[in-house]
């Protein structure tokens, strides 16, 4: 496969010359841009390439429903407030970003094509334009008839007007003789079937195959026009003067307001003449900018299903990430002494490479316990059919079981809507998020009984406790029985469920409050230890990095002589290596088999480390119920310090570095030496069961 040619050189957009940055969006799609090159990479299995291009498109999609939609709000706001200045900034924003994405579906399109071939030659073909006489034709009949053609509607009489009744991202097939069909969403994007021998796969696009069905059974001869709808899907609210009780019909009242939202794009697969998509655009109140063509199918995302469909064991295996078995170390092992355990230190999870099971020995061993007399416990994104909810349903028969549910986390309200109702019928305590904070924080905290007095066990993570993307996405997770850090969890619950923004903390540092300023107030101790002629660093691995006044620190801290080093998965609009403003600061991206998601702030000179779900953007910061909690036992202080730190900017396998043209480039091993691989180490690491490390 060719080598990956396309690299955007986006302007500089910041308050002053001695403060520059890259824009936030534009920074985003260098981040699906360094997606798509995972699935251009020859060193990748072939399965592995098809699933990033599965996820480049699925990103795409979530931008233009979040990010692009709030460019195009802030846009209107302004032509309607007369502020010129910011409709110019903003105008030349989006004609950068959207010549941005036209040039990124372009190599979407590009990829698709190579893929198909390199399929192709392992016998897995996903046909882009299948002739009736091919023998793979009554494959796709038979799918056609058994899993698409029962659930499609009739036609229905057709004006472009009509168009705003489809949902966002849903689309519409136009007919010959004046006729449309909307295409339900709930049918599969892509369509697969093995032959009898098991040696060959076949896949379809539903675009491709509505029109080879479809067409035989109309009267005239017909070329397809497919349309697709994205619409604005942000619907941020406040809850401030909901009561509680009323809180599940409010957020039920409003999801459906993101399929209802403004349209924000229109994608277009097959025959469309200008006249008809300049009529089209009209009806949607979109501008020729907003109307893109499909990079050879609408359903690009959909590719994650040929992903799971063809078996580990096809083509001899070697088309596919090894399955790696998530560990569970020897305290989780053992019967009814998790609390003991946990007495004599705390414990640090690292998933996917240690087991989620872990947490859920944590809550099995806390709902069997007698001594234990209540279990509280956030939920942001939680799998239905998690063990860990038949443990709290079990608990709550015996003991106090507390829950605060976040109903508003986008895309998963209906299964956290449900979930609170299963929670309820079982005699559990929900509460929820309120106001305009989202509950983001990820605890759980055990109260137990111990000769007469009451001691707490809390667990605190980085991410989601769902078991499913425990196993793909990494996080950190510490389990303590310390007073202190159990204190805080109690003060954070009460409040919460009060409807209170918790404030009294002992060692946590949480938003919207206080932990922005707490990392403002670290860095600059750092730059005071740098201008004593101290050692003065500063670590930080987030998701993203766009907040302005932390950017900024983060450059007077450079210029100060604070060496920085940042792991940014996503969107980063610091620019390293700029003379006299930069020059300290290196930026890493990481992305590999597994989504890098744990957050570690680390700030040398003060000693200060935490880990957090709270990545450096204003949302975090200011509108979220987020919470950074401190390293306190040195062995793990010390592990990731001196071992996990290292391995994240060692990787010369999967990271790249941003430079000072603000273009991200592969990074190269120094003198030869071999590529380093920091999620193949942390794994290894995990199966050795961390033996020579700090924490064996």
């Known amino acids: 496969m060719s080598k990956l040619t396309f690299s955007s050189f986006f302007p500089f957009l910041g308050s002053s010359p001695s403060s520059p940055l890259i824009h936030r969006d534009l920074s985003w799609i260098q981040f699906n841009e360094r997606v798509l090159a995972e699935a251009r990479k020859n060193s990748n299995p072939l399965l592995e390439r098809v699933k990033f291009l599965a996820i480049s498109s699925s990103n795409l999609d979530e931008f233009f429903m979040i990010r692009v939609s709030a460019l195009e709000r802030g846009l209107q706001l302004g032509k309607k407030r007369l502020e010129l200045g910011k409709v110019k900034r903003l105008s030349d924003t989006r004609e950068d970003l959207y010549k941005a994405i036209s040039r990124f579906i372009e190599l979407q399109s590009q990829t698709l094509k190579e893929l198909v071939k390199e399929l192709a030659s392992h016998?897995?073909?996903?046909?882009?334009?299948?002739?009736?006489?091919?023998?793979?034709?009554?494959?796709?009949?038979?799918?056609?008839?058994?899993?698409?053609?029962?659930?499609?509607?009739?036609?229905?009489?057709?004006?472009?007007?009509?168009?705003?009744?489809?949902?966002?991202?849903?689309?519409?097939?136009?007919?010959?003789?004046?006729?449309?069909?909307?295409?339900?969403?709930?049918?599969?994007?892509?369509?697969?079937?093995?032959?009898?021998?098991?040696?060959?796969?076949?896949?379809?696009?539903?675009?491709?195959?509505?029109?080879?069905?479809?067409?035989?059974?109309?009267?005239?001869?017909?070329?397809?026009?497919?349309?697709?709808?994205?619409?604005?899907?942000?619907?941020?609210?406040?809850?401030?003067?909901?009561?509680?009780?009323?809180?599940?019909?409010?957020?039920?009242?409003?999801?459906?307001?993101?399929?209802?939202?403004?349209?924000?794009?229109?994608?277009?697969?097959?025959?469309?003449?200008?006249?008809?998509?300049?009529?089209?655009?009209?009806?949607?109140?979109?501008?020729?900018?907003?109307?893109?063509?499909?990079?050879?199918?609408?359903y690009l995302q959909g590719l994650w299903s040929l992903y799971h469909q063809v078996p580990l064991d096809f083509a001899k295996g070697n088309l596919k990430f090894r399955t790696v078995v998530p560990q569970l170390s020897p305290p989780f092992n053992k019967a009814n002494t998790l609390f003991d355990e946990l007495k004599k230190?705390?414990?640090?999870?690292?998933?996917?490479?240690?087991?989620?099971?872990?947490?859920?020995?944590?809550?099995?061993?806390?709902?069997?316990?007698?001594?234990?007399?209540?279990?509280?416990?956030?939920?942001?994104?939680?799998?239905?059919?998690?063990?860990?909810?038949?443990?709290?349903?079990?608990?709550?028969?015996?003991?106090?079981?507390?829950?605060?549910?976040?109903?508003?986390?986008?895309?998963?309200?209906?299964?956290?809507?449900?979930?609170?109702?299963?929670?309820?019928?079982?005699?559990?305590?929900?509460?929820?998020?309120?106001?305009?904070?989202?509950?983001?924080?990820?605890?759980?905290?055990?109260?137990?009984?111990?000769?007469?007095?009451?001691?707490?066990?809390?667990?605190?993570?980085?991410?989601?406790?769902?078991?499913?993307?425990?196993?793909?996405?990494?996080?950190?997770?510490?389990?303590?029985?310390?007073?202190?850090?159990?204190?805080?969890?109690?003060?954070?619950?009460?409040?919460?469920?009060?409807?209170?923004?918790?404030?009294?903390?002992?060692?946590?540092?949480?938003?919207?409050?206080?932990?922005?300023?707490?990392?403002?107030?670290?860095?600059?101790?750092?730059?005071?230890?740098?201008?004593?002629?101290?050692?003065?660093?500063?670590?930080?691995?987030?998701?993203?990095?766009?907040?302005?006044?932390?950017?900024?620190?983060?450059?007077r801290a450079s210029q100060a002589g604070v060496k920085i080093d940042l792991v940014v998965r996503g969107a980063c609009s610091l620019i390293p290596g700029l003379k006299g403003i930069s020059e300290n600061i290196q930026v890493v991206s990481i992305l590999d088999y597994y989504l890098e998601h744990s957050r570690i702030y680390f700030f040398e000179s003060s000693h200060k480390m935490y880990l957090s779900s709270a990545d450096w953007m204003p949302r975090n910061f200011l509108r979220r119920l987020e919470i950074a909690f401190p390293v306190l036992d040195e062995r793990i202080y010390s592990f990731l310090r001196d071992v996990v730190i290292p391995a994240y900017l060692n990787d010369t396998s999967q990271g790249k570095e941003l430079t000072s043209q603000g273009v991200w480039k592969e990074r190269v091993p120094q003198k030869s030496a071999p590529l380093f691989r920091s999620q193949v180490f942390f794994r290894e690491l995990a199966e050795k069961q961390y033996k020579g490390t700090p924490i064996e």
Request: aromatic residues 10%.
């Open 123 to 298: 016998q897995i073909f996903l046909h882009l334009g299948l002739k009736r006489k091919e023998p793979s034709f009554q494959v796709a009949k038979e799918l056609f008839e058994n899993q698409i053609l029962p659930y499609l509607p009739l036609p229905q009489l057709f004006d472009t007007k009509l168009l705003n009744s489809l949902e966002s991202l849903q689309t519409g097939l136009i007919l010959p003789g004046g006729h449309w069909l909307k295409v339900p969403k709930n049918l599969p994007p892509v369509l697969g079937k093995s032959s009898p021998d098991q040696k060959k796969w076949d896949f379809f696009f539903l675009d491709h195959l509505l029109p080879l069905f479809l067409g035989p059974a109309l009267p005239v001869p017909w070329t397809p026009s497919f349309l697709r709808l994205t619409r604005d899907g942000e619907y941020e609210y406040d809850l401030a003067d909901t009561d509680t009780e009323s809180i599940p019909d409010v957020v039920k009242s409003r999801i459906g307001i993101r399929e209802r939202g403004k349209p924000i794009r229109l994608q277009t697969f097959g025959h469309t003449t200008n006249s008809f998509l300049e009529e089209a655009s009209k009806s949607l109140s979109l501008e020729p900018a907003q109307v893109f063509e499909a990079p050879g199918t609408l």
């Open 345 to 555: 230190r705390d414990l640090l999870l690292h998933h996917p490479y240690d087991s989620f099971d872990a947490f859920v020995t944590f809550i099995k061993q806390a709902s069997e316990d007698p001594d234990v007399i209540s279990i509280e416990q956030t939920i942001y994104r939680m799998d239905t059919l998690s063990p860990v909810i038949r443990h709290l349903k079990k608990a709550a028969k015996t003991k106090k079981v507390r829950v605060l549910i976040e109903l508003r986390a986008r895309f998963d309200e209906w299964n956290n809507l449900n979930l609170a109702t299963e929670l309820q019928e079982a005699g559990i305590e929900v509460g929820y998020g309120f106001g305009k904070l989202k509950l983001h924080a990820k605890i759980a905290l055990i109260t137990r009984k111990e000769s007469g007095k009451l001691k707490t066990y809390t667990h605190l993570s980085t991410g989601n406790y769902n078991s499913a993307t425990a196993r793909t996405y990494t996080d950190l997770a510490i389990l303590t029985s310390n007073d202190e850090m159990g204190s805080d969890a109690r003060v954070f619950f009460d409040s919460v469920f009060s409807k209170q923004v918790p404030v009294q903390f002992q060692q946590w540092v949480v938003a919207p409050h206080r932990l922005a300023k707490k990392v403002q107030s670290l860095i600059e101790a750092e730059i005071s230890a740098a201008k004593r002629g101290e050692k003065a660093r500063i670590f930080a691995k987030v998701n993203a990095l766009v907040d302005e006044q932390t950017i900024e620190s983060l450059y």
